[in-house]
């Protein structure tokens, strides 16, 4: 009983956020929120951020395969995974990070069938030391996209 409730008091003392006190006595957040702006707006309400930078990480919207000088959805399985990790390496770009930064990546897949392409394909983006991935197959995708990534990376010193 004794070890559960020291593990337990562990794993509290772990998810307290980090924080300060000013000199007024009021607590202050040490570490900040900056949202990245898309290059070019979408048209119509804009419900999410292309990616927010919190300390040095950055956290990616899924990026799906949209030609950003046409706002049209390329054609086919390989066309869409090459522009989404493009579309990936921009917004990241923005952020003060790249591709080479990158912690982890989630794939969302309308078919698993593309699973070795997209191996292929996404070996030529992260060539050596690939971040941590999760790849699942998800019944839609925005647009019917056939593939959407979204990342987490690390912002550039």
Do not use: W
Not at 14 to 39: D, L
Not at 51 to 74: C, K, R, Y
Not at 122 to 134: Q, V
């Amino acid at each position: 009983m004794k070890k559960l409730i020291s593990s337990l008091l562990v794993a509290l003392c772990f998810s307290i956020p980090v924080s300060s006190q000013t000199s007024t006595g009021k607590t202050k957040r040490t570490t900040s929120r900056r949202v990245i702006k898309a290059a070019k707006p979408p048209t119509g309400p804009v419900v999410f951020s292309p990616a927010i930078v919190a300390g040095d990480l950055v956290f990616t919207s899924g990026q799906i395969g949209i030609d950003p000088a046409t706002s049209q959805l390329v054609e086919g399985f390989e066309a869409q995974a090459e522009q989404v990790l493009r579309n990936l390496a921009a917004v990241l770009e923005s952020a003060g990070s790249d591709m080479s930064h990158v912690l982890k990546t989630t794939v969302f897949l309308a078919d698993m069938e593309n699973y070795n392409k997209l191996n292929e394909i996404y070996h030529r983006h992260f060539k050596d030391d690939p971040p941590a991935r999760s790849t699942v197959q998800v019944a839609r995708l925005p647009r019917n996209a056939l593939i959407e990534i979204e990342a987490v990376a690390l912002v550039k010193q």
